[in-house]
């Protein structure tokens, strides 16, 4: 096995890794529902993707590399599609927005 | 040093920070004062868990790993829309204190008013 892609590999896992730490550390510690969904949908997409990317790329093959490439373009579709829907019912509900934010542009409708 | 032991390090490594990001994850999801802040908090443990797969794959040099996290991929989506569906239709009875207290100075005033408009 080549350096190079071990090396590629290793920093492609660390970083992976490294954005799921910190979308873990924004849906602790941030104040408000959408504040920490933002968190988790970005962030963590990012984290799992990269790791994806990761054990696609490890493999050697390009089947194997296409199919984690898909799950990724997968992931990116499905996880604004899924915060959406969850902050818009929570909206619906009744769930108030933190004291902190700036404005609420769906309050009136 | 070789290019198997430094993927293995790395390996090693990010299972360790990914394991710790899912300890922060499950603890939100134990104290996450509403319904809808312990479907986010489902949502990243999906996320975390596709992610210790694909490390577990580079690990262990099965391909048929990357099938598996596709698949709770698509899982893990269906779940967090159906329960959308779910907070959207039960709406949020079981609230946080904080809201409680609101709603509780809420109620009276609305009972109060209802008898005052009808007489």
Same mark, same amino acid.
Request: charged letters at 20%; a positive charge; hydrophobic letters at 55%.
């Given at each position: 096995m080549d350096?190079?892609?071990? &090396?590629? #590999?290793?920093?492609? !896992?660390?970083?992976? *890794?490294?954005?799921?730490? *910190?979308?873990? &550390?924004?849906? %602790? @510690?941030?104040? +408000? %529902?959408?504040?920490?969904?933002?968190?988790a949908s970005k962030a963590g997409t990012v984290g799992s993707g990269l790791l994806l990317l990761a054990a696609g790329i490890y493999s050697g093959e390009g089947a194997i590399l296409a199919r984690a490439i898909a799950g990724i373009i997968f992931l990116l579709l499905t996880a604004p599609v899924a915060a959406h829907l969850l902050a818009r019912a929570s909206h619906a509900t009744g769930h108030k927005v933190w004291d902190g934010s700036v404005r609420d542009e769906m309050r009136k409708r | 040093m070789e290019p198997s032991a430094i993927v293995a390090l790395a390996a090693n490594v990010?299972?360790? #920070?990914?394991?710790? *990001?899912?300890?922060?994850?499950?603890? @939100? &999801?134990? *104290?996450?004062?509403?319904?809808?802040?312990?479907?986010?908090?489902? +949502? !990243?443990?999906?996320?975390?868990?596709i992610g210790f797969i694909?490390?577990?794959a580079v690990k262990t040099g099965f391909a048929l790993y990357i099938d598996i996290a596709i698949s709770l991929g698509l899982v893990g989506f269906l779940a967090t829309v159906a329960f959308a569906r779910f907070v959207l239709s039960r709406g949020e009875r079981q609230a946080s204190p904080?809201?409680?207290?609101? /709603? @509780? /100075?809420?109620?009276?005033?609305? /009972?109060? +008013?209802?008898?005052? @408009?009808?007489?």
């Open positions: 350096y190079a892609i071990a &090396i590629l #590999v290793s920093l492609l !896992m660390l970083g992976g *890794a490294f954005f799921a730490f *910190a979308a873990a &550390i924004g849906v %602790l @510690r941030l104040p +408000d %529902l959408y504040s920490r969904m933002h968190a | 990010a299972l360790a #920070v990914l394991g710790l *990001a899912l300890l922060l994850t499950a603890w @939100r &999801i134990v *104290a996450g004062p509403t319904l809808s802040d312990r479907v986010v908090g489902l +949502d !990243m443990l999906t996320g975390i868990a694909a490390v577990v904080t809201v409680k207290k609101t /709603k @509780r /100075k809420d109620k009276p005033k609305r /009972k109060a +008013d209802k008898p005052g @408009r009808a007489g």
